[in-house]
């Protein structure tokens, strides 16, 4: 099945910096990365994804990029804010079927004022 | 356009009770999933449904977790009897259905087993 391990378990910026969060995966069949954002006691909410027939994907403030060859896939925040403050997760298929999600362990982002 | 809806949020049993949940998916999503979220990792599938069919259910501690969506539309997620170590919140995802990747999910319900 697949594996997926997300670095690193805690991050804390600055407001404005940049936050990265990477995850790697083991199944190069995999062909679908959301990446959730769970507020404390909220539902994860998907706030990106991206097909493994593209290398990158933006929506204003976040991005995410895929490396296909490394088998691993990032999240990209600028300018943080406050609110960005939750925990993240990736997620890349169960046994290559894009319907069915193993998660990642987790980031909890701090950002600081 | 309504959410996944979930109930109830918050449950408290003792150990060998048993309990169950309820999910509503978003309206014309024909697959449906459970997940089970340990405090401090990430949501563990459980079982998929498509339609009112399993497509897989090979996460799920079949001696005492079961589910069913009789009419393809709501679901519920029974376990019986509970042990403490079912503490957590069962997370009802859905999606549009085959090709349509997206996960959206509900509230969860926070179970706690004493």
């Known amino acids: 099945g697949e594996n997926v391990e997300q670095h690193p378990s805690t991050l804390s910026v600055q407001e404005g910096d940049s936050a990265v969060i990477k995850c790697t995966y083991s199944?190069?069949?995999?062909?679908?990365f959301p990446w959730y954002k769970q507020e404390l006691g909220k539902r994860p909410q998907l706030i990106i994804d991206?097909?493994?027939?593209?290398g990158e994907k933006k929506d204003q403030r976040i991005a995410v990029t895929l490396n296909k060859t490394a088998k691993h896939f990032s999240l990209h925040i600028t300018e943080t804010q406050p609110e960005d403050s939750a925990v993240y997760f990736c997620?890349?298929?169960?046994?290559?079927?894009?319907?069915?999600?193993?998660f990642g362990t987790g980031t909890r982002l701090q950002v600081t004022l | 356009e309504a959410g996944v809806a979930q109930s109830p949020r918050y449950k408290i049993i003792e150990k060998r009770q048993s309990v169950a949940f309820w999910c509503n998916p978003i309206?014309?999503?024909?697959?449906l999933y459970w997940y089970q979220q340990i405090l401090g990792q990430g949501p563990k599938l459980l079982i998929q449904?498509?339609?009112?069919?399993?497509?897989?259910d090979s996460q799920l501690p079949k001696d005492r977790f079961s589910a069913e969506r009789l009419k393809g539309v709501d679901s519920t997620l029974k376990i019986q009897p509970a042990k403490l170590e079912d503490s957590a919140v069962y997370l009802c995802?859905?999606?549009?259905?085959?090709?349509?990747?997206?996960?959206?999910f509900g509230p969860g319900t926070r179970l706690t087993v004493t």
């Open positions: 995802a859905s999606s549009l259905g085959p090709g349509a990747y997206e996960q959206y």
């Open positions: 199944d190069s069949a995999s062909n679908y």
């Open positions: 991206i097909r493994s027939n593209v």
């Open positions: 997620a890349a298929p169960l046994t290559g079927t894009a319907s069915k999600l193993t």
């Open positions: 309206s014309g999503h024909a697959t």
């Open positions: 449904f498509q339609n009112n069919g399993v497509v897989d």
